[in-house]
């Protein structure tokens, strides 16, 4: 394969014709499309090799969220802020947060995020920030922004590639030691971090994590801007205390605006519904538990000790069978029979849910508007895994065409996931085919085909779940899974319901007061009229006048 | 960390109520939130570990194109066409393809792929179809259609994750040769193959492979099926013969257009333009080469030994400065200097394109329509990698509105990549977006805000590039990049241009047929007219009236 890694030199057309410039067109045409050595089976072979997690990344950079300077800005503040607040909820501290960006140039700024989490140990810190699919959160179920051990280390790398700079963190674990500094970049070849400084220092507050980045980015405002990813985070995080310093020297600071931290989610087992055969063959050969019942109830969430014998009799199976030992044909069996047998939903409080009362909240202090409803769905499973939506709608928004009169305005969504905003991608998200899937004019309401509905109305989605499955790895967009879209549809659907009755009952009382209006312009007549036929009285008028509107007024439907 | 391995175990709600009925809500509810434990920096570094990268897939499957089982089918099929194609090209071997889908149950097939390649060498097949990120097409800049070495053995996983089976593989690489049969399942623990058969085999071609995968999915015509994508795919490679055989029973059979093989793309190194800084220093890093000016020859295209001079000039640095020994600051003031000198575009035959008039023809064996125009950009660059965009229009389709004479056909819009066909994610492309992103209006077609344009026309957009960026690991939309859209902006615009100058024209034609038959309507009596006032002959009225009819017909314009 020496002459594939070497291919010849080849001069190009241009400078071709500099030097031989009586060659006709047609020959440079049949040099330049000379065919490369076609390979064979052993010169492919050679070229066939592994490939490090992070040059896979470094590559597909896009994938993290890092295609172009605005998002890589927004995707590293996001991906720092997640981190914080994930870690102070689970230390069970109410967060405060410092996010300051920098500009050093006009396309180069520093992102530096302080919290007053737990800390770091120190000897995890490179490789929490220089090394992809290193975390703590991605082998358990349990409900928390980050999932997947690569966002932090992702945004280092891009940091890394634009700038050549590396990650510089300081984190203290506790009052009475002094605070660790870091300087960390991530080695792609080998996926492993390269630690350039490493010495104590001295930190603000008693324990606490500030990472700083810096990178190639791009400061702009606008429904994708870091400062709307804030808003939007304050709403969805009421419990947080929030500083921005924005690259313009402007500061904007969100106060906490509950004093106490919402419950977390517990962590699970795996629900045994949505478990494949596959997976569940692999969790019995990795299983230490000696009997197939102990497997059934220790493994998984919601399965009794009758229930798991219940499962085995199904499958024709012992309960005291090995699972170690479990073939393919028998674990067909016991996929079937589990999938055959009611089982309790998964545990509620595994998901910690906004609620949708205070969701309602949320959206009110973000938009002003004439009518609001929302709506909590119990939680469902997808693929094992509970997951749970809620929604909430606002209507007769002020303004909600951005100000252009002229333009019938189109609803706004705003999605949400594990309290954490989402602000790109949203054509591919679950949430907007679900939303848009729906029929809205059965609600009063205009929709194009395949878009929003119109009308100057906002959406606020949110999915809370131990795992949100994302189309991407930078977490923009919730993937298609049939079950989610259809949890998602009936919130959708039943905040619909009401804003359509809202909507009616407008339309119903805007018709009654012009009825009214009728009836008393012209009951007066009437009662003239009647006076000049039957020759009344004017008392007798006033009374037959008024009888009439009564009458009128309660035959009327409202 | 302990107690938060093993949660305590709590009676579900309905359960409490069931054991204990006295009980108030109030306190059931309580005990249901009880707080975990608070996590400190100890608990939670005992719980940080490494994931590895088929956990991290299989957890993720959606990424990779198995969110549903219908979707799965397709994936599977595609990664294993996208893998045969590319070995037959690699090799220079007219393709050969045997499709199989076989339903096994209702919701379980086989998925068998026969191509008549160079074969795979023994040893590399239990890594090429059982582990992930392993792979020929990584590290090189090449056109080709597999890129990630992910593909295949990710569809594999998944049939092992849903149905418990391996992959089973024949390949032959050699007529003077047994065939070798592999039973191979992934380890997605450790990321690497497990073995169950290995033995010699026998095989009807004298070189080529076998692929079959069982696995759950759902076999169903329309827009997104198997059966679009082997269609489409056969149109964007008229040089292969496919023979279809549906899970139906029906074989559809793709003849070979042409009998050529279309030119391979060269293998090139990377442009300078788009090499950002982080990227550029780790280059020189590992470089092997002794001098700047020798790295910035060779380790890159497009640059001379005299641009190298002068790019070491602008940045004040020695030719003769070894690269492994360059600073971030010098990497600063080499990458400012590359980005403003001008360097030639990368070379063109790095990527063969389908070319435009191969694509009107193919567009015109898939729909029937009254107008078509081609067109094909010149190579551009984004982060380094050439790329090459071309579209074709069809307008006048007739049955363009699927059949319902009441609905305004909405655009088709096929997209390909690399000659694939990419069927899902269609909004989330940036192709979709360039369209949607076009003024049709400009050019004579109806277009709602944020949509396709309407009309019964189809466009074909197809991105041809040694590396495409793809927005997920399952390669069904093209990522967001500036340059990638604005390329296929100008490439749809001209397109679309074309479309309007028809438009336009055909309506002038038509106003013009309607003048002249005024013309001719009315001009007799304009003749008799003047017969009556002027008193003419028969043969003078005849003469003026031809005359009066070519002056007007002159002085129309058309």
Redesign the interface.
């Known amino acids: 394969m020496a002459k594939?890694l070497k291919?010849k030199k080849r001069s190009?057309?241009?400078a071709a014709r500099l030097t031989r410039p009586k060659r006709t067109k047609k020959t440079v045409r049949r040099r330049?499309?000379a065919?490369?050595p076609?390979?064979?089976?052993?010169s492919?072979?050679a070229?066939?090799?592994?490939?490090?997690?992070s040059?896979?990344f470094?590559?597909?950079r896009?994938?993290l969220g890092f295609?172009?300077p605005r998002k890589a800005l927004l995707t590293a503040v996001k991906e720092a802020v997640d981190n914080s607040l994930d870690?102070c909820e689970?230390?069970?501290?109410l967060p405060d947060l410092l996010v300051e960006i920098t500009a050093l140039q006009q396309d180069k700024f520093t992102v530096t995020v302080t919290d007053n989490g737990?800390?770091?140990?120190r000897?995890?810190i490179p490789?929490?920030f220089a090394?992809l699919?290193?975390?703590?959160k991605?082998?358990?179920l349990k409900m928390s922004r980050g999932q997947?051990?690569i966002g932090i280390s992702a945004a280092g790398m891009y940091g890394?590639?634009?700038?050549?700079?590396p990650v510089e963190i300081v984190s203290r674990?506790?009052s009475s030691k002094k605070a660790q500094l870091y300087h960390v970049q991530i080695d792609?070849?080998k996926n492993k971090p390269r630690i350039s400084v490493d010495q104590e220092c001295d930190f603000e507050l008693p324990?606490g994590t500030r990472v700083t980045i810096t990178l190639?980015g791009k400061h702009q405002k606008g429904r994708q801007s870091v400062d709307e990813y804030i808003a939007q985070t304050a709403m969805a995080n009421p419990h947080a205390g929030i500083v921005y310093k924005s690259s313009n020297g402007a500061t904007v600071e969100y106060q906490r605006q509950a004093k106490e931290l919402p419950?977390?989610g517990?962590?699970?087992r795996p629900h045994p519904y949505g478990v494949?055969?596959?997976?569940l063959?692999?969790m019995a050969h990795?299983s230490r538990l000696k009997q197939l019942s102990a497997f059934l109830r220790k493994d998984f969430s919601?399965v009794s000790a009758r229930l798991a014998r219940t499962i085995c009799q199904k499958a024709k199976l012992s309960i005291r069978l090995k699972p170690s030992k479990l073939t393919?044909h028998q674990?067909?069996a016991l996929h079937a029979a589990i999938n055959k047998t009611k089982i309790?939903a998964p545990?509620?409080?595994c998901i910690a849910a906004i609620g949708a009362e205070r969701l309602e909240e949320g959206l009110k202090a973000v938009v002003k508007a004439d009518f609001y409803t929302a709506t909590s769905r119990s939680p469902s499973v997808y693929s094992g895994n509970p997951f749970l939506i809620e929604a909430a709608l606002a209507y007769g928004i002020k303004d909600g065409n951005g100000g252009d009169p002229e333009r019938e305005p189109?609803m706004r969504l705003i999605r949400i996931a594990n309290r954490a905003p989402l602000l790109y991608?949203q054509?591919?998200c679950a949430i907007y085919r679900s939303v848009v899937d729906v029929n809205w004019r059965n609600y009063s309401v205009t929709q194009?085909r395949?878009?929003l509905p119109n009308g100057p109305m906002a959406l606020m989605v949110n999915m809370a779940s131990v795992?949100v499955?994302?189309?991407?790895?930078s977490k923009e967009?919730i993937?298609?899974?049939?079950e989610i879209i259809r949890e998602i549809q009936l919130a959708v659907q039943d905040c619909g319901r009401k804003l359509g009755a809202y909507l009616r009952r407008k339309k119903r009382v805007q018709q009654e007061m012009e009825k009214r209006r009728y009836i008393e312009t012209y009951l007066p007549y009437i009662g003239e009229a009647l006076q000049d036929i039957l020759s009344l009285k004017q008392h007798d008028v006033i009374l037959v006048t008024s009888r009439l509107q009564e009458l009128l007024e309660k035959t009327r439907r409202i």
Chains 1, 2 share one sequence.
């Open positions: 594939k291919p190009s057309k241009t330049e499309r065919p490369e076609a390979a064979t089976a052993e492919m072979a070229q066939q090799r592994s490939i490090s997690i040059e896979f470094a590559k597909n896009h994938l295609d172009n870690a689970e230390a069970r501290i737990p800390g770091i140990v000897k995890q490789n929490i090394r699919l290193y975390g703590s991605f082998h358990r997947q051990g890394l590639l634009t700038t050549g700079q674990t506790s792609t070849a324990t190639k419950p977390t517990r962590q699970i494949e055969l596959g997976l063959l692999r990795d919601r393919v674990a067909e309790m545990a509620t409080d189109v991608q054509s591919a194009n395949g878009s795992w499955p994302f189309t991407s790895e967009a993937a298609h899974y049939p």
